[in-house]
C-alpha cells in the first residue's frame, strides 16, 4: 500500500536541482530516471526518497513511499539536532544530526534497526546511478510544516523577536 496521496500533502514545496546537488539526509522526488520501468513516473507513481548516502556515484536511499507518514515523521524527529533553530525553505539536512556522507553509519545505528522504515517486506530501499538520474526535485518546508514535523512550537518570547524583526523589515 502505497502513502504516496499523505505525502504530497506536506512534501511542499519543491525546487528542481542538478543531480549533483543531490546531498545526504535530503527528501527528494527523482521524475526521470534513464533506464527505469518506466523513465519517467509522476502522480502516485512517484518516487520519494529519502537520501541516506552517496558512495561512488551511487545514491542509497529510503523509497517512502511504502512507509506510513507518522513512522517517517517519527523517524526523522529522531535524528533531529535542536541545537539548530528551524528556518523556512532550508535543506533538511541542516536540521538533522551530522552523519558521513556515504551515509553507513546512519544506516547501521538508526534505519536498519527500524523496521517501520526500513524491512525486507517494505523492499523499499534503493539504489539510484547518479549518472542516470535525469530530472529531480529537493524537497522544502515551509515554517508551519516544520514545527509540526518536529513537534516544536515557538515559544511566546520566539514569537515577539519574530514579529519585531518583520515590523523591523517593513519599516
Known amino acids: 500500500m502505497g502513502f504516496t496521496n ?6 511542499k514545496p519543491e525546487k528542481r536541482i542538478a543531480k549533483g546537488q543531490i546531498k545526504a539526509r535530503n527528501i527528494y522526488r ?8 518506466p523513465a519517467t513516473k509522476s502522480g502516485m507513481e512517484a518516487r520519494y526518497v529519502f537520501v541516506i548516502g552517496i558512495v561512488d556515484g551511487k545514491v542509497h536511499c529510503l ?24 528556518t523556512e525553505d532550508t535543506r533538511l539536512s541542516l536540521f538533522l544530526k551530522k552523519y558521513a556522507s556515504d551515509g553507513n553509519d546512519l544506516f547501521l545505528t538508526k534505519v536498519k534497526s527500524n523496521k517501520k522504515i526500513y524491512s525486507p517486506s517494505l523492499k523499499n ?14 524537497i522544502r518546508f515551509e515554517q508551519d510544516v516544520l514545527e509540526t514535523l518536529f513537534n516544536e512550537k515557538l515559544n511566546v518570547t520566539q514569537q515577539r523577536e ?8 517593513n519599516d
Open 30 to 37: 527523482i521524475t526521470t530516471y534513464k533506464g527505469g520501468t
Open 6 to 11: 499523505q505525502y504530497t500533502k506536506f512534501l
Open 125 to 138: 530501499y534503493r539504489t539510484y546511478l547518479l549518472a542516470k538520474i535525469q530530472n529531480v526535485f529537493e
Open 63 to 86: 523509497k517512502l513511499n511504502p512507509i506510513k507518514p507518522v513512522d517517517f515523521t517519527n523517524f526523522v524527529s529522531q535524528l533531529r539536532d535542536r541545537r539548530i533553530p528551524l
Open 162 to 169: 519574530i514579529l519585531k524583526d518583520e515590523i523591523n523589515e
